[in-house]
């Protein structure tokens, strides 16, 4: 009987698996994780710290007995692969409570070791009271710190989703959290200005945020607990720490085994996930992927597709061969009652990429109709093809209904889709659900109008650059009043058709409103009455999210 | 100056109005309405009946001030268009409140008539008490008869959308509600399984539901109030009486003129939305529509498919034309805290349609995964094409998350997406949005096991026809014992591989569990050992819906 090992047994490993069995009875399967635990809920560690999963118990989607039971599968858990030999077609293993070695012979090798938090050689980052988060047995550690030490404070080193989640997690069972972020955002993926409403709202539930500044160290503190200082000098306590700086492929084992490594580290792997020998496939966060539909390679460690890359790892072992279609990037975070998702690209992803055949809108609609109540502002950000208009990423920011319209614009982008495809797209509206025109439809109908040529946009980034232009203020003057762009006249929509004489005819006229939809209109007066009217996207809204001093001012 | 008239100034013709203005600022644009208002929001009626919305002006989308003010657009309320005369291009217009008529010159017409209630030729519908609802003073009589008469119970005679709408509306506002529904299930594009969720639902939360019977009449009760008197012969009491059988295309207009009706009834159109007529256009509710991607004729009153009619028909006349694309359906409606959604084609309408190449899958995931606190089962059914795997409709009933999955499904099938790629589609996953597998992963990755041919489905509605099977249940024996399929033997899922000995090889075997995932694992282990296996797809949850005398039993 031929037999397939699979390394790791969390989302790739354990779909893999359950798949390879699904597929084909006539195999030996054998499971091995270094840990206690195959296929526990990884994503749901933070909550479980945050006591929000009460019960341990619930995060292990399955045991070993059900693989042994249900899918006949060997499941060897504490069990660490020392090496793989190639050549002999065998793994090395110790059995961790005994510290007993021995060797398991393979046809066929699924590495599925995940990806490790990075760790800095930083001093004080081996003291009690310092964690990652990785495995069941991390989160208990931190819970039991909580109660044991009363802990009432804490350290979050990243802002990346883990910090986020463990910052909402540790507020939540009432400590006083500070993050400390080296980039000037939370939420990396985002493009600035689109994490800035979640730094408002970290700030308004009282985390301290220090962004710009690096962890420098840790110390005990003779007070108890911890003392943290970041690179700027800064120095206070915490009674504990949390790093989730970020995650990298674990990949030492395919490296002593001479597998080829990608250029970003990542394990190596063709479309059906196979790595440079064709007897060991490897799936999930350790290994390099290419971007959908860029194809970039990427490290992007999503549990969605690990998942997916195991099954169809299984299906080639099984000789029912399909590639991978490659990675999306589509993520999600929910923090303090915000959500904050993406997917495909963003404008830092094109320009990494030398890309500038692309244009963006802003909008801010709501995520139901106005008239019913507890209607919540989204904050959309459209990234599309130019003169295309296939759709390459949408970005999203709000209370309610966000991860909705990145899930359509996901499938818009799998399948290839143009703005003037979310302009006709068909969604679910009842009042309290959505809009006539849902806020998906309105963004492809602001891109489509930039492609047809019915709307000439400027860019925010273009605002304080040389040449002859006049900012126009189209809201009313008590909107205007209370703050504007700097230089900006004011003349509100409903006045422009009789009040167009006072504007020149020489000059660029960007106008601007709250969110946009009035600028859009006057955009379109304008340029019928022969201006050279361009609109500032997104409105004072979008305005402020990119300078946001003034929104705190 | 061109002179543009649209007559209906509620969702297609206040869209075509304000776009054809962003469009051309040269024509000379009149919007006319028979009502008080013009783009109101006749979607929240029934939420303004039940006062969740409580500002009658919460309704006013637009006023005709602003139209005038911000569009230069004039419009004209309360007047009735008397007749189309084409041969002379001009409407004959009464201003209602003089009586005083009027003609009004055109060089292009665009008819937005909508649809009106039907009044099936009953006794009694014209007595006080009795309702429909599509206008705000509609609702404001309603909501002062309630005031007035202190009404406590109300009967609604059909289940549609507007229906279902009322009876939570009234329920909310504390009356007890009947439900009179002709056919033997709510919302009737759904196919009728798929309403059995709903038809639990209003029972449990105290509607009286009365399905399979139509009004006969009305009469007033001498103890005040109306006597409501069905088809079956039941009699009861009711303080107010809501008609929602359904809506027929305004027609009137358009038929006198001698325009060109379609076999449905509605105003026939182009893809430009044009009439028999080159100078006059209709949109909205009125039309015929063509279904997309199946092209077949079709009357589907939705707001969403007005609105982008209207914007289609103003670009037309601005001589920017582009098609509308069809209409497909996608439709939402929340009733007591469960939503049911629907995009593309049902079993019904595909049956109706003469199709047999299609294939279905039922499953019941939970919105988001089962470790994190309150996920709710979303009872999914999808239909696809063969062996193409085209998705062809998907319907969901759920309390959350529900809308999601349908609008996803909508933009796959807006693109001609198979199930291939619902299978490989990369949707936001956090514990608290979703899972690793989406159940829209999950519903593709079933469907494409059965294209695949590594599932066999047997079809529930295949269940008393003759022929040598047996039923399997893999359910644990507790399960079992608390009901089963007639006739089922239990043998539980991990017993399976080691009592198969204990099942024939010459009978089909068709297997099922609660929800279809464990009778999946049953049938790709019997399949691989040689047995004619099957699987019931959605497992006894999709028995109980579809012999719903049994769960009540």
């Known amino acids: 009987m031929a037999k397939v090992i699979i390394i790791g047994g969390v989302a790739g490993g354990a779909s893999c698996a359950a798949r390879l069995r ?67 077609k065998v793994v090395r293993l110790k059995d961790l409570p005994s510290g007993r070695e021995s060797e398991e012979p393979y046809d066929t090798l699924v590495l599925a070791p995940g990806a490790g938090p990075v760790r800095p050689p930083l001093p004080g980052l081996d003291l009690p009271g310092v964690f990652a988060l990785r495995t069941i047995p991390d989160s208990r550690q931190i819970r039991g710190w909580i109660q044991e030490h009363h802990t ?6 990243g802002g990346g989703f883990i910090g986020l989640e463990m910052a909402e997690n540790l507020a939540h069972r009432g400590l006083k959290v500070t993050i400390v972020e080296m980039l000037s955002q939370v939420m990396p993926p985002l493009d600035p200005e689109m994490a800035e409403p979640l730094h408002e709202r970290l700030r308004a539930r009282g985390v301290d945020l220090r962004l710009g500044d690096g962890l420098a160290g840790l110390e005990p503190d003779p007070a108890g607990g911890l003392r943290v200082k970041t690179k700027s000098g800064a120095q206070f306590s915490a009674g504990l720490a949390l790093l989730a700086i970020g995650v990298r492929p674990e990949t030492k084992l395919a490296k002593e085994a001479g597998l080829t490594l990608g250029p970003l580290g990542g394990i190596q792997v063709d479309a059906e996930m196979r790595t440079s020998d064709p007897a060991i496939f490897a799936v999930g966060d350790a290994v390099e992927v290419l971007t959908y539909p860029s194809h970039r390679r990427a490290l992007l460690p999503l549990a969605g597709p690990a998942n997916r890359q195991g099954r169809v790892a299984a299906d080639v072992i099984a000789g029912k061969p399909r590639p991978f279609r490659g990675v999306q990037g589509t993520a999600v975070c929910g923090v303090f009652g915000l959500t904050a998702a993406l997917t495909g690209e963003t404008e830092k992803s094109l320009k990494a990429a030398d890309r500038s055949d692309y244009a963006k809108v802003y909008l801010h609609p709501g995520h139901h109709v106005a008239y019913y109540p507890d209607a919540k502002p989204i904050y959309l ?48 509206y009842a009042p309290q659900f959505g809009a006539a025109k849902d806020p998906l439809n309105v963004a492809g109908m602001i891109a489509a109008n930039v492609l047809r040529g019915d709307l000439q946009l400027a860019d925010w980034a273009d605002l304080e650059k040389e040449g002859d232009k006049l900012i126009l203020d189209v809201r009313d003057p008590a ?53 050279k009217a361009r609109n500032l996207p997104g409105g004072y809204l979008t305005y402020l999210s990119l300078n946001p001093e003034n929104s705190r001012g």
Not at 44 to 71: C, D, N
Not at 152 to 157: E, L
Request: charged share 30%.
């Open 479 to 531: 909107e205007y009043a209370s703050g504007h762009v700097p230089g900006a006249v004011n003349i509100p929509l409903n006045e422009l058709r009789a009040r167009s004489g006072e504007l020149p005819k020489d000059k660029e006229i960007w106008a601007y409103c709250r969110v946009g939809q009035r600028s859009y209109y006057a955009n379109r007066l304008l340029l019928q009455k022969g201006f």
């Open 152 to 157: 009432t404070s804490a350290v979050v080193i």
């Open 381 to 428: 950000k459209l990234l599309f093809e130019r003169p295309s208009g296939k759709v390459l990423g949408l970005q999203a920011v709000g209370e309610e209904g966000v991860e909705k319209r990145v899930d359509v614009a996901a499938m818009a982008i799998q399948m290839g889709g143009t703005v003037f495809d979310l302009e006709e797209s068909e969604l679910c």
């Open 22 to 88: 699904r597929q084909r009875e006539d195999l030996e399967i054998t499971l091995i994780d270094r840990g206690k635990y195959v296929s526990f809920a990884n994503c749901g560690l933070p909550y479980y710290v945050g006591e929000v999963i009460t019960e341990e118990k619930k995060l292990l989607v399955a045991t070993p007995e059900l693989f042994e039971r249900r899918f006949n599968i060997r499941v060897k858990v504490e069990t660490e692969v020392l090496a793989v030999d190639r050549a002999r």
